[in-house]
């Protein structure tokens, strides 16, 4: 099955960007749908954005909605997350999942594959 491998984590101040990458080993990401959760210590993971490898058909999360992009480059097998206009509350440890399927769920016991996580960390 697909391996997920994250990067791109790091520190960042308070209105910055980041772009996180999520590369596929093992197999490519066609015919899955590929997601990002993040999780603080305490509280339970939560969905941030999801695409749909075929179409790049995308869903967006309320709170990063106008701020954060999904988005996939079938020549590297990996998905992006670019995050923009950061706030602290975005700091959490920044997941890849990723199921086979064509419809957008943001339920993450719908994802069967996960990556080990990144850390991003937005100071104010």
């Known amino acids: 099955q697909v391996q997920l491998v994250e990067s791109g984590g790091g520190l960042v101040q308070a209105g910055g960007s980041l772009r996180l990458s999520c590369a596929a080993s093992?197999?490519?990401?066609?015919?899955?749908?590929v997601g990002w959760f993040r999780q603080v210590p305490g509280k339970e993971r939560e969905f941030v954005a999801a695409?749909?490898?075929?179409?790049?058909?995308?869903y967006y999360a309320d709170s990063v909605k106008g701020r954060f992009t999904i988005s996939r480059d079938s020549a590297k097998s990996s998905v992006y997350l670019l995050m923009s206009s950061l706030k602290p509350e975005d700091t959490a440890v920044y997941y890849c999942?990723?199921?086979?399927?064509?419809?957008?769920?943001?339920?993450?016991?719908?994802?069967?594959?996960w990556g080990q996580g990144t850390q991003v960390t937005v100071s104010s």
């Open positions: 999942a990723a199921y086979i399927g064509t419809v957008l769920v943001s339920t993450s016991s719908r994802y069967e594959y």
């Open positions: 093992g197999r490519t990401f066609s015919g899955y749908v």
């Open positions: 695409i749909r490898w075929t179409s790049s058909s995308t």
